[in-house]
T-cell receptor, first 111, second 114 residues
Framework: DAGITQSPRHKVTETGTPVTLRCHQT?????MYWYRQDPGHGLRLIHY???????DKGEVSDGYSVSRSKTEDFLLTLESATSSQTSVYFC??????????FGQGTRLTVV | GENVEQHPSTLSVQEGDSAVIKCTYS??????FPWYKQELGKGPQLIID?????GEKKDQRIAVTLNKTAKHFSLHITETQPEDSAVYFC?????????????FGTGTKLQVIP
């Protein structure tokens, strides 16, 4: 597996609470991505980063923010979690010209 | 934007038979088509990809075909084995310079029955 670590792997949180998911890479890849995976929707891009402090929105960015202060870390924050954000979240990395490597995923449940 | 449709959503085959998964896309600018395999509890992993200047690509028991005129591409798995059981995703992208423009299909759950 590519050197990608997501934490936590599982989390249950209450509606309205802030949640931060972490993605850490050891590959020094320029691009990092956050996706969510839901039944019937496949993988949808939330936000991505093309360098330190350089980020942009994806297809389903509402309710999410990201930060990348170091090449190796990409954080996804749900400022106020809602039940619609219950999902499996995947981080991915890429050099930009080759395939993307995905992490193991974080299963988030908002109750 | 791009729209990728994938069929079927579930597929059951007997071990040793072939499996075919089909995808269509809408954006004629798409020229990169990766296929990912996702095993239970794991992240997706690239198994094969094809670019628009190629009509077919093979890698052992896996092959992908592309018809740019009809805007569809397919994954073919021959001599299926139980370890092929997984969810498969197709995807399309207008370029290969950054995955932010990759659009994924909704996935096909393949079950190979021993």
């Amino acid at each position: 597996d590519a050197g990608i670590t997501q934490s936590p792997r599982h989390k249950v949180t209450e509606t309205g609470t802030p949640v931060t998911l972490r993605c850490h890479q050891t590959e020094n890849h320029r691009y990092m991505y956050w996706y969510r995976q839901d039944p019937g929707h496949g993988l949808r891009l939330i936000h991505y980063s093309y360098g330190v402090k350089d980020t942009d929105k994806g297809e389903v960015s509402d309710g999410y923010s990201v930060s990348r202060s170091k090449t190796e870390d990409f954080l996804l924050t749900l400022e106020s979690a809602t039940s619609s954000q219950t999902s499996v979240y995947f981080c991915a990395i890429s050099t930009g010209t080759t395939e993307a490597f995905f992490g193991q995923g974080t299963r988030l449940t908002v109750v | 934007g791009e729209n990728v449709e994938q069929h079927p959503s579930t597929l059951s085959v007997q071990e040793g038979d072939s499996a075919v998964i089909k995808c269509t896309y809408s954006d004629s600018a798409s020229n990169y088509f990766p296929w990912y395999k996702q095993e239970l509890g794991k992240g997706p992993q690239l198994i094969i990809d094809i670019r628009s200047n190629v009509g077919e690509k093979k890698d052992q028991r896996i092959a992908v075909t592309l018809n740019k005129t009809a805007k569809h591409f397919s994954l073919h798995i021959t001599e299926t084995q139980p370890e092929d059981s997984a969810v498969y995703f197709c995807a399309a992208s207008p370029n290969s310079g950054g995955y932010q423009k990759v659009t994924f299909g909704t996935g096909t759950k393949l079950q190979v029955i021993p």
